[in-house]
């Protein structure tokens, strides 16, 4: 019980900057695809309250070696594939940006050590005009599919870098592989 209300107290209570009034994370969570997984995804519902358009540019973890901004497309042969956004995800004026299963996330490789359903974990966001907010982010491991039976990654294959059939790899041997239904 304590847990949960922790939990729940993390989520809700993010992260207080001088900024929080401009950029509000809702709904955060972090998802592997299982315990011993090498890489770990976050989503979210990022929301901007100002007149300005803003950007999520970059991300960081101390729990990864490496924490990019992902997406997924579909690739030439119709398999789902996951690749990195250069740029970063634009947060319009009095608007939104979605990061959710089978589409843009936040995607951390080479994680330090395992995650477990309730841990948290410490993610720095970028903005580009709100500027950094440091998040606990709980781990929830047992969340339900957000997408629809439709949705071609639920029934198809994802490739990274060359490998199908539910495997990723991010270019580096280090970092692993994780399975696709994070």
Not at 152 to 178: R, W
């Amino acid at each position: 019980m304590i847990r949960k209300f922790l939990m729940l107290a993390a989520a809700c209570t993010i992260a207080m900057p001088a900024f929080a009034d401009e950029i509000e994370i809702v709904d955060a969570y972090v998802r592997s695809s299982s315990p011993i997984a090498k890489s770990a995804a976050a989503f979210m519902d990022i929301r901007n309250t100002t007149d300005r358009d803003d950007r999520l540019v970059s991300a960081s973890s101390d729990l990864a070696a490496r924490v990019e901004l992902h997406t997924h497309q579909v690739g030439p042969n119709g398999e789902m594939q996951m690749r990195e956004v250069e740029g970063g995800f634009p947060i319009p004026a009095h608007g939104g940006h979605l990061l959710a299963r089978g589409g843009d996330h936040v995607m951390m490789m080479g994680l330090g050590h395992p995650i477990h359903q309730g841990d948290l974990v410490r993610l720095t966001l970028v903005f580009e005009k709100a500027g950094t907010m440091v998040l606990d982010v709980p781990v929830d491991l047992e969340r339900g599919q957000d997408m629809t039976q439709d949705d071609p990654v639920t029934h198809g294959e994802i490739s990274h870098g060359g490998m199908t059939h539910g495997e990723i790899t991010h270019g580096d041997p280090q970092l692993g592989k994780t399975e696709s239904d994070m």
